[in-house]
């Protein structure tokens, strides 16, 4: 028995400060109309919280089963930084899986503030979120131009690999009418924004958005039941946690785990994250059609496509100049637009990456349609140890 | 002379030491210290003393921050890049990041050698920091 999904719908992605229940209530119904389901069916919500956004934030399953009218449906709300919407829709899975429910929404939304994540207000010296900022001023931004410094030292990446990462996922999120920034951009453009995180500038880095995303999960007996016989199927969900030492420098960490006594697993946290996914779906890097990956900066979009085996470590650039990751190449990544075109809306990133998949994997993606896209894998990585991959077939 | 946070480093005769914790039975070091018990989910450590790490590593990488980080973070008027730069400890097996003291990024390279010192943030506590090797 596989689990499938019904329906997918969003909210486009942009910064206008209004609640994000808004977001998500908009996102729902255009799930709920997109799989032909009405509120009361659903016998199971999830919402995936989000943290910036008071107690309505933190119960983020009651704040939507309470706007669409209460109906009895079970409900939960779960927190897992960037994998929030993943892990929401891994436990609307698991509880389809088990025969507890038959269909089931799940809903991630977010109001940003402008300008960097910073931690949650007060003092909080004992939250090593607040530390690091308290301490080193350690942002977002710099983890993420140490992995970018890191990747031209390793494998000889430049500014302008970097700025073509942003250019190729310009011209996709252009296509995108959900995306947030629609205008194609030119490499000299990426070049000549203000240096934020050396050696990452403004337009290499995604911003913090607005914007809303749900699907409807399914099991394959109601999907039938309901004349849906080539549905979407999740193949896998992977929400696995590093192991025991993680060398890398992870989000919002002072070091690293120790290697002094057992050596780094052969499998870093990203790869392992994808690795367990194409384990569950019985599938393997080379059967993938297209991938979302988490471009949080555009240097980490290289590194994820090395991470999830879509080519061997340091070719990533390569793959890019070739125009193999492009739409209309031979392995499109980010088709969407990426985080680059559309910013974070944290709960709802997971969940806007399975919608795009499902778009593509019925044929229904529009201009940025991925020619026979069979099979997509989507990724991302957040704080405290959260990561998923999820992989969706048709 | 405050310390902007207690038990994570050590100021004496001007020489800064980083603290961590060392499990006496596997030899596994974290930063900042743990107490109870050893993170590595194979040993069945229960003793972790307070450790002196290595002053000197080698860069893993480093960065520079273009804007003022947010608060809670103090940044100094008019406002000087902060530089951050993570240094891999051979004989503790970890990568520690710390400010940068200086040096800017156009003096770095990943794999150059730092040694650990302290400074002020811009309203007065003391943090541990990556300088010139002397």
Redesign the interface.
């Known amino acids: 028995m596989s689990v499938v999904v019904l329906g997918a719908g969003m909210h486009p992605w942009g910064k206008w400060g209004r609640p994000f229940t808004e977001y998500g209530l908009a996102a729902a119904r255009a799930a709920l109309r997109d799989a032909d389901v009405s509120w009361p069916e659903v016998g199971f919500l999830v919402g995936a919280d989000t943290i910036r956004n008071g107690y309505p934030g933190f119960v983020a399953g009651a704040t939507y089963a309470r706007a669409l009218g209460w109906s009895g449906a079970r409900i939960a709300s779960c927190y897992a930084a960037c994998a929030s919407g993943a892990q929401a829709m891994d436990i609307a899975r698991t509880r389809i899986l088990a025969g507890l429910c038959d269909v089931a929404l799940v809903v991630g939304a977010d109001s940003t503030p402008k300008?960097?994540f910073?931690?949650v207000g007060g003092?909080r010296?004992d939250d090593p979120d607040?530390?690091?900022?308290?301490?080193?001023?350690?942002?977002n931004?710099?983890y993420f131009?140490?992995?970018?410094?890191?990747r031209m030292?390793?494998h000889g990446s430049t500014p302008g690999d970097f700025a073509a990462v942003k250019v190729k996922n310009a011209r996709a999120g252009a296509l995108n009418p959900l995306a947030r920034y629609r205008k194609p951009v030119t490499a000299e453009e990426v070049l000549a924004s203000?240096?934020?995180?050396?050696?990452?500038r403004l337009m290499d880095i995604c911003a913090t958005s607005d914007g809303g995303a749900a699907v409807v999960l399914a099991s394959e007996d109601y999907a039938r039941r309901r004349g849906v016989t080539d549905p979407v199927r999740l193949a896998a969900v992977s929400t696995v946690t590093p192991v025991?030492?993680n060398?890398v420098?992870e989000l919002p960490?002072?070091?690293?785990?120790?290697?002094?006594?057992?050596p780094p697993p052969a499998r870093p946290f990203r790869a392992a994250i994808a690795h367990a996914a194409y384990e569950e779906a019985g599938l393997g890097p080379e059967d993938v059609s297209f991938a979302e990956v988490y471009d949080l900066s555009t240097a980490l979009e290289l590194d994820w496509m090395e991470d999830v085996g879509l080519c061997p470590p340091g070719e990533a650039d390569k793959l890019l100049r070739a125009g193999d990751t492009a739409l209309g190449g031979r392995l499109p990544v980010n088709p969407s637009g990426g985080l680059a075109s559309f910013g974070e809306a944290i709960p709802a990133q997971a969940i806007a990456q399975v919608c795009e998949l499902t778009w593509q994997l019925r044929g229904r993606a529009g201009d940025r349609q991925v020619a026979g896209a069979r099979v997509g894998l989507a990724v991302n990585q957040g704080l405290f140890g959260h990561g998923s991959a999820v992989i969706a077939t048709r | 002379m405050t310390l902007?946070?207690d038990g994570w480093f050590t100021v004496e005769d001007g020489v800064t030491h980083l603290l961590g914790a060392r499990?006496a039975a596997?030899?596994?070091?974290?930063?900042?210290p743990r107490t109870g018990f050893c993170?590595?989910?194979?040993?069945d450590g229960e003793h972790l003393e307070v450790t002196r790490l290595s002053r000197r590593g080698r860069v893993?990488?480093?960065?520079?921050?273009?804007?003022?980080?947010?608060?809670?973070?103090v940044?100094a008027e008019p406002y000087t890049p902060?530089t951050?730069a993570?240094v891999e400890l051979e004989?503790?097996?970890?990568?520690?990041?710390?400010?940068v003291k200086d040096l800017t990024?156009a003096d770095l390279?990943?794999?150059m050698e730092l040694e650990l010192t302290c400074g002020p943030?811009a309203d007065g506590p003391l943090?541990w920091m990556w300088g010139p090797a002397s």
């Open positions: 300008g960097f910073k931690p003092d010296p607040w530390l690091r900022f308290r301490l080193l001023g350690a942002t931004p710099a131009g140490l992995y970018a410094r890191r030292a390793l203000p240096m934020v995180a050396d050696p990452l025991f030492p060398a420098l960490e002072f070091a690293t785990d120790s290697c002094a006594a057992v | 902007a946070i499990c596997c030899g596994t070091v974290t930063f900042p993170p590595n989910p194979g040993c893993w990488s480093y960065t520079e921050s273009g804007y003022p980080p947010p608060a809670p973070y940044a902060v951050l993570a004989r503790e097996g970890i990568v520690v990041l710390g400010q990024v390279e990943v794999g943030l943090v």
